[in-house]
Every structure is written in structure tokens, then in C-alpha cells.
T-cell receptor
Framework: DQQVKQNSPSLSVQEGRISILNCDYT??????FLWYKKYPAEGPTFLIS?????DKNEDGRFTVFLNKSAKHLSLHIVPSQPGDSAVYFCAASGGTSGSRLTFGEGTQLTVNP | NAGVTQTPKFRILKIGQSMTLQCTQD?????MYWYRQDPGMGLKLIYY???????DKGEVPNGYNVSRSTTEDFPLRLELAAPSQTSVYFC?????????????FGEGSRLTVL
């Protein structure tokens, strides 16, 4: 039962353009969502989060949008840079999961110079 | 800043052997977690702890054991290694519960069971 899904295993964009990474969830009790970035041979690092009481959160080049009715969130990176090339994981928590995070499968973003 | 430190980084085990993955954090975080990541999959929670002396099962606890005798350390024990435990293991810690704050991860431990 995959409660958090990232349907695109990979995404390739040109430097300077927008990158949009998508994430869908099935558990309506989830109320907190996070994005993590992972470089090869390193642990994931926190990028940005959003609470279910908001529909948008922005931090520099990174913006996360939450559509609760569609159970969908997305991460926008504008402008994309080659250093953004990494695996991006969506994660969610809430309801009976308590303090535990449920992660998606990840999307490999490649930003081409 | 050391953050979360995991050892070893790589290990090859034979079926049936046992080992302990070590995890130490120096941020005085109450919450600690063990995740595993299989190829093409997201991170799956094995065990977690909300403080010294308290541990609880995650999504995939079978075949593993943990202890939390101090705030800093959260070792993960594999008693009878099986090929299905071949994975990359990540330890993480957080100041607040994962559903309100970010997790800080170690660099990972790659385990192969042959």
C-alpha cells in the first residue's frame, strides 16, 4: 500500500528553466508534507515543507504547492541549476502515522547546462 | 559539525551472520530513526525512538532490533542476516517529531548479504 507516490522516476530540464516535481498521496489524514533532496553517497537533506493549513510555501528558488482536494503536491524550482541535479523525495505524516514520515519513491532530477 | 554519524559505511555479510550498525548524533535530538532504502524505492521506516529508553516499530521491523540507552546513540542490530536485508540504511534524528520538523540524516550504510 503505497500511500505516497511519485509517478515520475526521472525528469530532465535545461538550466534556467522551471523544474516541476509531483507527488500524490492517498491518506487524507496526512497534514504535513516535506521534500528532501539526496545526492549520491549522501543522506537526504531537508528542502522545504508545508502544513495542510496552507496551499503554498516558498523558500528562495523553491516553492511547494499543496492541493488537498486532489491529494497532490508539487515542488517548483525556478530557475533550475545544474547543482539541483539530485533525487527528490516527497514525504508525508499525520493521522495514525503520528510522528512517522511516509516517503515516496523519489524522482531523479537532471538539470542540463 | 558532526551531525549524524553512521558506521560502517560499507559491509558485506554472509547469510546467517549478525552485525550492528552504529548511529550517533551530537545535536541532543530526542527523536531518532532507522530507514532502509531499496533500489527504486522510497525510504522505509524500520524502528524509531522518541527518547532514551523508548523505541517503537516502524513499517518494516522484522529481522531487526534496536536499543536506545542514551540520547546520542541508536544502534540497529541484524541478528540473522538474509539476502532481503541487502539495502542502504540511513539513520536520522530530529529535534521535534517528524511530522512537525525536519530530519537530519547520516550518510548511509550500504549492506550486502550474500
Amino acid at each position: 500500500d503505497q500511500q505516497v507516490k511519485q509517478n515520475s522516476p526521472s525528469l530532465s530540464v535545461q538550466e534556467g528553466r522551471i523544474s516541476i516535481l509531483n507527488c500524490d498521496y492517498t491518506n487524507s489524514m496526512f497534514d504535513y508534507f516535506l521534500w528532501y533532496k539526496k545526492y549520491p553517497a549522501e543522506g537526504p537533506t531537508f528542502l522545504i515543507s508545508i502544513s495542510s493549513i496552507k496551499d503554498k510555501n516558498e523558500d528562495g528558488r523553491f516553492t511547494v504547492f499543496l492541493n488537498k482536494s486532489a491529494k497532490h503536491l508539487s515542488l517548483h524550482i525556478v530557475p533550475s541549476q545544474p547543482g539541483d541535479s539530485a533525487v527528490y523525495f516527497c514525504a508525508a505524516s499525520g493521522g495514525t502515522s503520528g510522528s512517522r514520515l511516509t516517503f515516496g519513491e523519489g524522482t531523479q532530477l537532471t538539470v542540463n547546462p | 559539525n558532526a551531525g549524524v554519524t553512521q558506521t560502517p559505511k560499507f559491509r558485506i555479510l554472509k547469510i546467517g551472520q549478525s552485525m550492528t550498525l552504529q548511529c550517533t548524533q551530537d545535536m541532543n535530538h530526542n527523536y531518532m530513526y532507522w530507514y532502509r532504502q531499496d533500489p527504486g524505492m522510497g525510504l522505509k521506516l524500520i524502528y524509531y525512538s522518541v527518547g532514551a529508553g523508548i523505541t517503537d516499530k516502524g513499517e518494516v521491523p522484522n529481522g531487526y532490533n534496536v536499543s536506545r540507552s542514551t540520547t546520542e546513540d541508536f544502534p540497529l542490530r541484524l541478528e540473522l542476516a538474509a539476502p532481503s536485508q541487502t539495502s542502504v540504511y540511513f539513520c536520522a534524528s530530529s529535534y521535534r517529531a517528524a511530522n512537525t520538523g525536519e530530519l537530519f540524516f547520516g550518510e548511509g550504510s550500504r549492506l550486502t548479504v550474500l
